[in-house]
Each structure stands twice: as C-alpha cells, then as structure tokens.
C-alpha cells in the first residue's frame, strides 16, 4: 500500500507553546491504539531508530520512559500521564534526559474526520519562551515529521 507522506503543520500560538496538527488516513481508534500500546510505539515514536519503551503506564499519574537507540547516539525520554481518555484526549508530562528539570506539558487530541481519517492536535506549554525556543531550534520539527511518517507507515499495516 503506497502512503502519501505529509508534513505536521507547526505553529507557535502563544510565547510559551508549540502547536502541531497532523491528519493520519485512519481511524481515531487505530491511532490512539499507536499512541498507547507500547509494542506500537516502538515502531513509530522513535523516528524510526530502534526504541526500547522501559515503561508506559497509561493511566492518570502513570509513568512513562522512552530510549531512543539513533546513529549519533542514544537519548531518554520521560513524563507521567496527566489525563488519558480514550480515544480522545492524552495529557503528559515530557523531559528530555539531556535537560533534566525542563518539562513541557504534552496535551494530545484526537479529532474523528470523514473518510476514517483521524487529526491530531498535540500543543506543548512550556515554562517559558526561551524553553520554547530551545526545543524549536533543537530539531524537533524534523524529527517529529520523521516519527509521523514512521506512525503513517505502521498505521497502514494495522489497518
């Protein structure tokens, strides 16, 4: 099955947030199964690097932990689940271990469309402008783009 590759529409609606907003060709079901179970994500969430997924206790106050094993390096990730609705609401924590002490707050929504498409709306607050600054010039517009396009890939198979 060929998959149309896209970009995340990335905009910065206030001094202190990031705002992302990405349509996937498939259901609000299958996509937040991608987004919680931890087999899944470690096909998607780690740019298509192997990723080991130490812990993903998805549930209010559930602790979360990524390892992302790249060519030019290996790099944590973490949080704790704020709010977990399914299919449609995911709210976290997120730290990245080569900044410990800054954490933003991960609010993810899940948008039902026609044609069993799903948009994904996932805004990050920021303690301040110069975090949200620091994490805009970090990559992470490429790198999420290269997540979302392993999502798009993994999404097609599971359909």
Known sequence: ?????????VSTPSAREIRIERIFNASRERVWLAMTDPDLVAQWWGRGNKLVVERMEV????????????????YGFEGRYREV???????NTFEWDGMPGYVSIDTVML???????????????????????GMLSAGMEEGLNQSYAALDRLLASIS
């Open 59 to 74: 549930r209010p106050g559930g602790h979360w932990r990524f390892v992302e094993h790249g060519p030019d390096g290996v």
């Open 111 to 133: 948008e039902p469309l026609d044609g069993g498409r799903t948009r994904v709306v996932n805004t990050s607050l920021f303690h301040t402008p110069e975090e949200r600054d």
């Open 1 to 9: 099955m060929q998959v149309e590759m896209q970009q995340a529409s």
């Open 85 to 91: 609705t399914p299919p449609e609401r995911l709210v």
